[in-house]
């Protein structure tokens, strides 16, 4: 009992002195929370180690330990390894919502230590992002290629690491951004990453960027728009550059006539310059062009494209032209209009307009005809459509058309006016269209109408006038004329009728005045020219005309115009020819000119008549010898027998008065007169035949005045 008591007592004071060191231990005991690593910036996927320590108490001391977290007001009781001495709780692969405020708690019997708060802020690794800062990852060889690794943050508190295929690449002071000149050896996928200056915490790889080198720098292709042919003046053309299929990131020049100077480019339609356009063609932009491409802020140019030869051609002119001559038209004729094209018309379509209105033409053409009628009448245009594109030639001239409802009716007239004419006269007659005199081409009928007449005056180019140069009897009768004009001719009416009456012209003629007796025994002839035909007929007198004298074709000067006149012997005048013209102030004017008078006829039978006196007195006395011959032989043979032979001669009672001569007969006048015979001799004979004086001198009158003169220049002798 005694032993039971005393180790009671014992144990009261083992405890009594343990709960006084104890309590004197503890009252300078702390809890210590430390973190591993020692950051309160943490990034999600890190590990931190707390670790709650008891120091300053007694090491006897058994200390339990929590955990607690404070996340605004939610406070969460953790569970966490204890050990002996102390405890580790640990975050692993920390997320944004392991931010909180941590403390841990020791408590050893009566005694609660707390630590000091550990304040976790738990943020996301910053995100990673390459950039090229070239739109273009189609690179060539020289090209120098910029890549950028953004860390979203607080960039300067990391470090940046360069990928290419997976392997870190080694760059000097490895910065935000790398510039590299490619070569064939860049070609590949480009990555970053960065790396936490405090530790070694990494963000993730950043976005892959592919990267091509080519190894031939590129050549532009420069093309036109409208294609490559004529442009005309005015004309929208636009040349375009393209870097074939790596057409990112250009910029484009352009060059005239030379390399090297670029050309302004206003052309706003593109931001990259890869096209240059001409709004309105003139012809000074002829030329030949060439473009080139650059790209980078460390500029890299492609090679110059190909020239490409612009060619600007004045639009052509249009002219409008009116075949016909006239503007004037009628209704129904035919108008037909030409437009042409300078240059190569087949290389255009042809627009017609009517007062500025385009009017529909089937198969529109260089020509267009039409058959007038009154809506046609108007301005007309025409104009050229390119047949390639939409290109315009300026408006032609204007050419101002009208039609008139009424169909003309052409005025025929007469010089010289209705009257007398007679045979030789030159009778014109005229035909116009007075109100519209342009174009027209004239036709004549002579009494009927539909047969035209051959028009040989050739004094007017359009046979607006007939003329009879010398009028005859059977020119006379009825007269129309009618004008047409135009290819496909459109026709007049028919003039009015003109009646034209043909007279024949009085006729002179040649008279010898001078008697036969007188012929005989004078050496000159009077010849006197008479007009034939009544005075009443032709209502004229003898004293109304006066004559012209004409000889060998020549008019003869003289101080009267009588109607006879003297040709003297000597200087050949009975060798010439005579001829006689009327003359009057009246109507007719003058005659026809008479035949030919022969004076050398006249002498030739002055002539005649001395040979055959002669041959018929020769013939009479051998007659009347060879009468007393036969008579004295007859007595002799017969005796006072044989009665007188008293028929031999003719009683001048039986001849009517008429006195009697012997006529040789001559042979014809178209033969040659034969050689004369000797009438001496016993076969000589002689074939007479007794005409009177009267009948001799009316045969000598009948002779022709045309008879060639040295045909009846030697006597013709009986045979």
């Not at 409802?405 to 007239?413: A, H, M, Q």
């Not at 009778?427 to 036709?443: D, F, Q, R």
């Not at 007049?492 to 006729?507: E, L």
Request: with cysteine.
């Amino acid at each position: 009992m005694c032993l039971f008591i005393k180790a009671v007592c014992l144990t009261a004071l083992f405890f009594f002195v343990q709960e006084d060191r104890y309590c004197k231990a503890e009252s300078s005991a702390y809890a210590e929370l430390t973190a591993d690593p020692p950051w309160s910036d943490m990034f999600v996927g890190e590990t931190v180690a707390l670790t709650c320590k008891v120091k300053g108490s007694d090491p006897y001391t058994d200390w339990e330990y929590s955990w607690k977290k404070v996340r605004g007001t939610e406070q969460t009781q953790l569970f966490a390894y204890t050990g002996e001495e102390s405890s580790t709780y640990t975050l692993r692969n920390m997320q944004e919502f392991d931010s909180a405020e941590y403390h841990c708690e020791a408590k050893a019997e009566n005694h609660t230590l707390t630590s000091s708060s550990y304040f976790l802020r738990v943020t996301a690794l910053p995100r990673t992002t390459l950039t090229l800062q070239s739109e273009w990852t189609e690179v060539f060889i020289t090209e120098k290629v910029t890549l950028s690794c953004e860390i979203q943050g607080r960039s300067t508190e990391w470090m940046y690491k360069w990928y290419r295929n997976g392997q870190q690449l080694p760059v000097q002071n490895p910065k935000a951004t790398i510039t590299f000149t490619s070569a064939k050896s860049d070609t590949g996928t480009y990555t970053c990453r960065g790396e936490y200056k405090r530790r070694r915490v990494y963000t993730d790889s950043s976005n892959a960027v592919t990267i091509k080198v080519s190894g031939t720098t590129p050549k532009p292709v420069l093309t036109q728009d409208p294609p490559s042919g004529e442009i005309f003046t005015g004309e929208r053309v636009t040349l375009s550059c393209r870097v074939g299929t790596h057409s990112a990131g250009w910029k484009y020049l352009w060059y005239k006539d030379r390399q090297g100077a670029a050309l302004p480019n206003t052309d706003h339609s593109s931001t990259d310059g890869s096209t240059y356009t001409i709004s309105s063609a003139a012809l000074f932009h002829s030329g030949r062009y060439w473009c080139r491409a650059w790209r980078g802020r460390e500029t890299f140019y492609t090679q110059y494209s190909d020239s490409q030869t612009l060619r600007i051609s004045a639009l052509p002119h249009t002219t409008l032209t009116l075949q016909s001559e006239w503007t004037e038209v009628f209704i129904t004729e035919k108008v037909t209009l030409s437009c042409e094209i300078q240059g190569r018309s087949t290389e255009w379509m042809y627009k017609w307009y009517r007062n500025g209105q385009q009017f529909l033409v089937q198969n529109p053409t260089v020509t267009v005809t039409i058959t007038s009628a009154k809506s046609d009448t108007g301005t007309y245009t025409c104009r050229g459509e390119y047949k390639r594109r939409r290109v315009y030639t300026d408006s032609s001239n204007a050419v101002i058309i009208k039609v008139l409802g009424t169909t003309p009716k052409p005025v025929l007239t007469q010089d010289p006016p209705s009257g007398e004419i007679f045979t030789g006269d030159r009778v014109t007659l005229s035909c116009g269209v007075s109100t519209h005199p342009v174009g027209w081409k004239y036709l004549w009928y002579k009494d009927r109408q539909g047969a035209a007449l051959p028009n040989t005056d050739h004094s007017s180019t359009d046979g607006s006038t007939y003329t009879i140069s010398s009028a005859a009897l059977f020119h006379s009768g009825r007269y129309w004329c009618q004008a047409g004009r135009g290819r496909e001719p459109f026709y007049t009416k028919y003039s009015d009728s003109q009646k034209v009456n043909i007279n024949a012209r009085p006729q002179a003629v040649v008279i010898l005045e001078t008697g036969w007796i007188e012929i005989f025994r004078t050496d000159s002839l009077t010849l006197r020219c008479e007009v034939e035909g009544s005075s009443a007929e032709w209502n004229y007198t003898s004293a109304d005309w006066n004559y012209t004298w004409y000889r060998d074709g020549q008019q003869l000067q003289q101080d009267s115009s009588g109607d006879r006149y003297t040709v003297m012997s000597g200087n050949g005048s009975y060798q010439s020819e005579y001829r006689c013209r009327g003359n009057r102030t009246g109507n007719p004017s003058y005659t026809e000119i008479s035949k030919v008078f022969r004076v050398n006829n006249i002498v030739l039978k002055r002539r005649l008549l001395v040979s055959v006196a002669g041959c018929l007195a020769f013939g009479l006395a051998v007659i009347t010898l060879g009468c007393i011959w036969l008579r004295r032989r007859r007595k002799s043979v017969t005796g006072e027998r044989t009665k007188p032979q008293t028929d031999l001669f003719f009683s001048m009672a039986e001849r009517n008065t008429e006195i009697l001569f012997p006529k040789c007969e001559f042979p014809p006048e178209d033969e040659q007169p034969i050689e004369t015979q000797d009438l001496t001799g016993p076969a000589a004979a002689c074939k007479v035949e007794l005409y009177s004086i009267v009948n001799l001198k009316n045969r000598t009158e009948v002779l022709s005045v045309e008879a060639n003169p040295e045909e009846l220049s030697s006597f013709k002798a009986c045979s």
